[in-house]
């Protein structure tokens, strides 16, 4: 069996996103905020729905301060319906994410810190409090999962 290690790669060679300067050498990606990560809590906002947030963010005309691509454009880049497309915009606006000043018109809005967000949003908070709790208990339970392992093969070497 060969090794990972000697196993010659394959695959071509990629960059990894410049961080600090995306567009370095032309290269284009939609920007998303990291200070919206928390809005992941919010009862309304999913991780597709902060996708379809980037996807406004992409068509932002930076000059008029608004996007405007019609539901039917969104809905195919999305990868949803019209209708369900129509609805997370909906979601996107009540969390704060994107204003709506006209039908067919979006602005996507500068995320709250994740103090005004918690604040404005005290379920998130609970959400978030009780997501973290139960990670931590995975965490402690494979511990101990792990220590007892270590115990039984420790006894059946003695």
């Known amino acids: 069996m060969i090794k990972r290690s000697q196993q010659k790669d394959t695959q071509p060679k990629r960059n990894t996103v410049n961080k600090v300067n995306p567009g370095v050498d032309g290269r ?21 729905k902060l996708y379809l947030y980037t996807l406004l963010i992409d068509y932002l005309n930076v000059d008029v301060g608004a996007a405007w691509p019609s539901n039917e454009r ?28 006209s039908k ?43 220590r007892e392992y270590r115990e039984r093969i420790e006894d059946t070497r003695k």
């Open 28 to 48: 284009t990606f939609i920007p998303f905020p990291s200070n919206a990560l928390h809005y992941i809590h919010h009862d309304k906002i999913t991780s597709d």
């Open 74 to 101: 969104l809905s195919v880049d999305y990868g949803r319906s019209s209708k369900t497309t129509g609805l997370h915009i909906r979601d996107l606006e009540r969390a704060g994410l994107v204003a709506i000043p």
């Open 104 to 146: 067919g018109r979006y602005v996507p809005l500068e995320p709250l810190s994740a103090a005004e967000f918690y604040a404005k949003f005290p379920v998130a908070w609970s959400n978030y409090t009780e997501a973290l709790a139960k990670a931590e208990q995975r965490q402690e339970d494979d511990r101990q999962r792990l």
